[in-house]
């Protein structure tokens, strides 16, 4: 099944703006160096993220699932000047990664990673979220929104990465 018609795509990729260096650094690295490359939201998908999170303006963020870390410094980019992004690994060396590349960043102040089985962390995040990007193991997804549903704020958003984990198959619902 095709998500995307391929001529759409070829579009947005042509049209879309540029990484930054530090995300253009961290999709090449991924892409090059990681046996679950496939799993990098990359730079449409990040593009995405980034203008949601721009036109939202949250407070607070909650991510599940970091990878490398692409999609939460996209996310940052729309936080308010007091605002926090909260994003969970199970993967130790994939979190040391992110953590890396978040200290690189001007969000690094502002993105706190947490470590280990997110249907434990979520439980113990006292927050209230603004935005939600679900996108870790996809056979969790009903109980990471179960949990995390009644911690949103009125008016605020919980998104999800449907795509599978393939090549080639994204979409953000």
Request: hydrophobic fraction near 35%.
């Amino acid at each position: 099944m095709e998500l995307i018609n391929a001529l759409a795509q070829q579009y947005a990729e042509k049209y879309t703006s540029p990484e930054d260096e530090l995300l253009k650094e961290i999709a090449d690295y991924t892409y090059n160096h990681h046996a679950h490359s496939h799993m990098l939201s990359g730079h449409l998908q990040g593009k995405v993220l980034e203008m949601i999170s721009c036109m939202i303006r949250p407070k607070r963020v909650l991510e599940v699932g970091t990878f490398t870390g692409y999609s939460a410094l996209c996310l940052a980019k729309g936080l308010t000047e007091d605002g926090e992004l909260h994003t969970i690994e199970l993967r130790e060396d994939d979190g040391a990664r992110a953590k890396a590349y978040f200290d690189r960043s001007i969000f690094k102040e502002k993105i706190i990673l947490h470590i280990g089985n997110a249907l434990e962390i979520v439980d113990e995040l006292n927050e209230s979220w603004d935005l939600v990007f679900i996108d870790a193991d996809k056979e969790n997804y009903s109980n990471y929104f179960h949990r995390i549903f009644p911690q949103v704020k009125p008016g605020g958003f919980i998104l999800a990465d449907k795509r599978k984990e393939c090549q080639g198959h994204s979409a953000i619902q």
